[in-house]
């Protein structure tokens, strides 16, 4: 009885995200929200390779000016995706390991693992600027 009512929850909550997260189109103007969607995905590239061209010029190189573009994205989109693995490891521990010790070793063992990374990602950006900007002039 509770497996299925935690998957007809799981099915509504679907159906809510999914229901809120959509746009409602009628035909008068679906050609403005087209060009809508191709307008802002064209503002999102030029933006994209602006800073590109940023980072080439303040780095002098191709190669380091891309290399400091992507751990620039690194570093922002590992604090999501390491705080939502810090959750998940800590559900692990603290709410399923209460009652099975082997995955509270595995949640023990993906906190660890994602607070690694995200501080290898933080720090690597600044690290990779000294050693550019610092020794190399």
Do not use: H
């Amino acid at each position: 009885m509770k497996k299925i009512f935690v998957r007809m929850l799981c099915v509504f909550t679907l159906f809510v995200i999914i229901g809120l997260g959509t746009q409602a189109v009628y035909a008068t103007s679906a050609n403005e929200v087209k060009k809508q969607g191709t307008q802002q995905l064209v503002e999102i590239k030029e933006n994209a390779e602006k800073k590109l061209e940023d980072y080439k010029e303040e780095y002098g190189s191709d190669a380091y000016g891309m290399a400091a573009y992507v751990l620039n994205l690194i570093r922002v989109y590992s604090i999501p995706f390491c705080f939502i693995g810090i959750a998940v490891g800590a559900i692990y521990q603290y709410v399923i390991g209460i009652r099975k010790l082997d995955e509270r070793d595995k949640g023990f063992t993906m906190i660890i693992g994602f607070v690694t990374i995200l501080v290898i990602a933080q720090v690597l950006p600044l690290i990779f600027a000294i050693v550019v900007k610092g020794w190399r002039g």
